[in-house]
């Protein structure tokens, strides 16, 4: 076993943190005037304006509540605290020097009625920290592109899939749709993995289409945060954040519907658990069934999400969450592509087998203990598990295993069968605190991680369903009959409708370990002038798996591998006015590599470098909100294969190749004005191949990736009628979303000549919306693709999938 580390990395690691403890030393001059704003049953109040009124400064209080006021000279002093919508409370204070700390406040009101304040005051996008990012920065001081997504905008827009929330969030796309039961995500040219997408904090399996019915918010950090999360891709990270317990009494009821016989209860309820209200409960739950504008593809799905909070004293609370999927859905793996091009059949044609299905549970469950150790530090430990299964059985894909589609639309159907079982285990201690040296103030974030997966894969035979048959000719192969996807329901040919039975063949177990640590601290040399700085060293153990050939009871392995690496990060910003922020920052992730060199040791991992110029603004005292990012991503250790390799080691790989991203996002968001809300934005990419390691490598340079569009844009605006006006209690909503053209198919090489890219054409997508609330009363109707604009979202030729036509929705709902 090997393991791999870089100098270059360590160096640049060293240089981080000699830099971080240099600013330690720098001794005391001016005061500081700190402290802690709470709600009345103790919950930290976040974006509260605390201001010193004599000489006209002030902050805003960080998501824990907690504030400070920086070079203040000693002397006499009014301090002001206020919100919107709160009742205004002053105090006299003398501040002395050096430190002024414990000017704590409690509001009058508590955390739902702040949270309701917040709703209606519209935080503006820079006012919107991300829990994800485990430190308590506020996003102006963020040298990192960023989109929260609130609960009143997901329920306002019906939002029912993460692809239907993406359409706010520029950068950030869906490339694909593979067999109609997963949507795989990804920004600046790189998907996301399981590794790069997280509810609650903590990783999920994204091949299962999460549930949206009790979601808080949607987190989306741009570009590297591997410091935070180590072996993470470079386009970025999600987190879903469910909704959390609380002490007083409340809840929702709701019933959608929709075209295609959808139909979706869901529940909502809350409240505390005792008289003293140390103990709170919350309960979502959901049921879906639903047809499809795909002919013979139906879902049903199964959700509970409960969650508990304990209040164990004054500074001590434990978060116990649950999640629980069950998914069973048709697989549909699209209309079929002929000769790498999209196959001229109805949008509503099915190409698999009526039987088929795809039957995935995930079951999850995490604790957060938090800890105030005062009113500037805290501990936060996390334990999480997760248990994913899947179950497909289906028709194979087309165009795989040399069964293409001819011309004339006959296309030899065989079939597919494999089995997931996934256990997923975390442990996660964070300590982040706020200090001072001299001048210059620090958020400091120390923490480390340990997860573990282990994975085990069957694949099952293929090859001799059609031994006992009569017809000769197939036996041995995997062929169940046949059809022409131009007229799939036709008599022309003898199709089959029973169900083989297929033997296991080969399981597959592989466990990974992963381990990391990490420092990160934002120093504020001054009002103006802030440094993000950290490091992260990661450790990621791919243990020896074994494959067992289960009919033969023979057993092989994998070698194991360890890769190490370390990731910094180093970011700049300038805010020349509280309301405008310009930063520049530099990162890197790594990406472990499968394989061997010619001297058949294992790959080092790939080194990703980030680079991110922006500008954050919020104008006209923050009712718009304009953010403006540039990046550019180089992975100059991409593996290709040896193209003259030794003949002992014909899989041979070497890091000689290059991919590089660059691009432009803007986004833009409004409070409300006169009623009105509206979100924007605008995204460019180009992610191609920039090194290859000859005219026969497996790539070319020049080349585009796959399945990235070169632009997007979207636009929406939401009206809500005042309460003076005849309408009272209406709304209206309108959206588009553009997806500039992208690529699919396969790349043409000297190796496999008849390769061919597929060009997919752009397309927009024009909703509306309409809504009424009276009371407790509430409904939303929606249409979506107005237009009933067709494209297609494609895997290389064996699923292209087209996008929904136009379809109607609407959602009843009462509040408890």
Not at 205 to 214: A, D, G, K, Q
Not at 503 to 509: E, G, K, Q, S, V
Request: charged share 20%; net charge positive.
């Amino acid at each position: 076993m090997k393991i791999f580390y870089s100098n270059k990395q360590a160096r640049k690691a060293g240089l981080l943190i000699g830099a971080i403890l240099f600013s330690l030393i720098i001794q005391a001059q001016k005061s500081l005037v700190k402290g802690v704003i709470r709600t009345s049953d103790g919950k930290a109040a976040a974006q509260v304006n605390v201001q010193l009124k004599e000489i006209k400064k002030g902050t805003v209080t960080d998501g824990d509540g907690s504030y400070s006021i920086a070079d203040v000279e000693p002397g006499s002093y009014t301090i002001i605290v206020s919100f919107v919508g709160l009742q205004t409370v002053q105090k006299n204070i003398q501040v002395t020097g050096h430190e002024t700390g414990g000017l704590d406040f409690t509001l009058v009101e508590n955390e739902n009625q702040l949270a309701e304040i917040v709703v209606t005051s519209s935080r503006s996008m820079n006012e919107k920290p991300v829990t994800i990012g485990k430190l308590p920065i506020k996003p102006m001081d963020l040298p990192q592109s960023m989109m929260v997504l609130s609960k009143d905008v997901l329920q306002r827009q019906q939002v029912l899939h993460i692809s239907d929330a993406l359409q706010n969030v520029s950068g950030v796309y869906l490339m694909g749709n593979t067999g109609g039961f997963q949507e795989e995500i990804a920004a600046r040219g790189f998907s996301f993995s399981s590794s790069n997408t997280f509810k609650n904090g903590i990783r999920y399996n994204n091949s299962i289409m999460p549930e949206l019915s009790s979601v808080e918010k949607l987190e989306f950090l741009k570009g590297g945060s591997a410091i935070l999360f180590g072996n993470v891709s470079a386009g970025g990270v999600m987190n879903i954040v469910t909704r959390k317990p609380k002490f007083d009494k409340g809840g929702e009821i709701s019933f959608r519907t929709g075209s295609y016989d959808f139909y979706k209860p869901s529940i909502d309820v809350y409240g505390s658990l005792n008289t003293k209200q140390t103990a709170a409960f919350r309960l979502n739950t959901a049921y879906e069934k639903a047809g499809s504008f795909r002919d013979m593809v139906k879902t049903e799905r199964l959700y509970i999400n409960p969650a508990f909070l304990f209040k164990l004293n004054s500074k001590t609370e434990l978060l116990i969450e649950g999640d629980y999927l069950k998914d069973d859905r048709t697989p549909d793996f699209g209309t079929g592509a002929i000769n790498y091009e999209v196959a001229d059949v109805p949008r509503n044609a099915f190409l698999g087998v009526s039987w088929g299905y795809n039957k995935v549970d995930q079951t999850t469950a995490n604790a957060t203990l938090t800890h105030y150790l005062n009113n500037n530090w805290q501990i936060k430990a996390v334990a999480g598990l997760q248990d994913y299964n899947s179950d497909l059985f289906a028709a194979a894909r087309p165009n795989t295993s040399s069964a293409f589609i001819q011309t004339n639309g006959t296309w030899i159907r065989g079939l597919q069968k494999s089995r997931t079982a996934e256990d997923y285990y975390l442990a996660q201690l964070d300590i982040t605190g706020k200090f001072r040296t001299g001048t210059i103030n620090h958020t400091l974030l120390a923490g480390a991680d340990a997860d573990r997966y282990k994975t085990a894969a069957t694949t099952f035979v293929t090859t001799a369903y059609n031994n006992a048959l009569s017809n000769t000719s197939i036996k041995g192969k995997n062929i169940y009959d046949t059809i022409n996807v131009f007229d799939p329901y036709g008599s022309a040919f003898n199709k089959r409708n029973d169900i083989p039975y297929l033997a296991p063949n080969l399981l597959t177990t592989s466990p990974v370990n992963r381990m990391g640590i990490y420092v990160q601290d934002l120093i504020a040399v001054s009002d103006k002038l802030k440094i993000l700085a950290g490091v992260r060293y990661s450790i990621q153990e791919n243990k020896k798996a074994s494959v067992d050939t289960l009919a033969k009871a023979t057993r092989g392995f994998v070698a194991a591998y360890t890769s190490k690496a370390f990731s910094p990060r180093l970011g700049i910003v300038y805010q020349p006015l509280k309301t405008i922020s310009l930063f520049a920052s530099y990162t890197n992730n790594f990406s472990p590599n499968t394989g061997v060199d010619t001297f058949n040791s294992p790959l080092k991992p790939s080194i990703i470098d980030q680079y991110e110029l922006g500008a954050k603004t919020d104008l006209f005292k923050g009712l718009l909100s304009v953010n403006v990012t540039a990046y550019k991503i180089v992975n100059s250790d991409f593996a290709l294969s040896v193209l003259n390799p030794p003949a002992s080691i014909p899989a041979a790989k070497e890091l000689v190749g290059e991919v590089t991203s660059k691009g432009v996002e803007i986004d833009i968001t409004t409070k409300s004005i006169q009623g009105f809300n509206c979100i924007a934005g605008y995204s460019y990419n180009d992610t191609r191949y920039t090194k290859s390691n000859g005219h026969n490598s497996s790539v070319k340079a020049g080349d585009r990736l796959r399945y990235n569009p070169s632009h997007t844009a979207n636009a929406s605006i939401y009206y809500n009628f005042s309460a003076t006006s005849a309408l009272h209690g209406f709304s209206l909503g309108a959206g588009a979303f553009y997806v500039g053209d992208r690529l699919a198919g396969r790349n043409n090489t000297a190796t496999n000549p008849t390769y061919k890219l597929m060009a997919l054409p752009d397309y927009t997508l024009l909703d509306v919306s309409a809504g009424y609330a009276t009371g407790k009363y509430a409904i939303r109707v929606k249409i979506t693709n107005l237009a009933n604009k067709l494209s297609y979202n494609v895997h290389d030729d064996n699923s292209v999938n087209p996008v929904a036509p136009r379809q109607f929705a609407a959602t009843v709902s009462y509040k408890l």
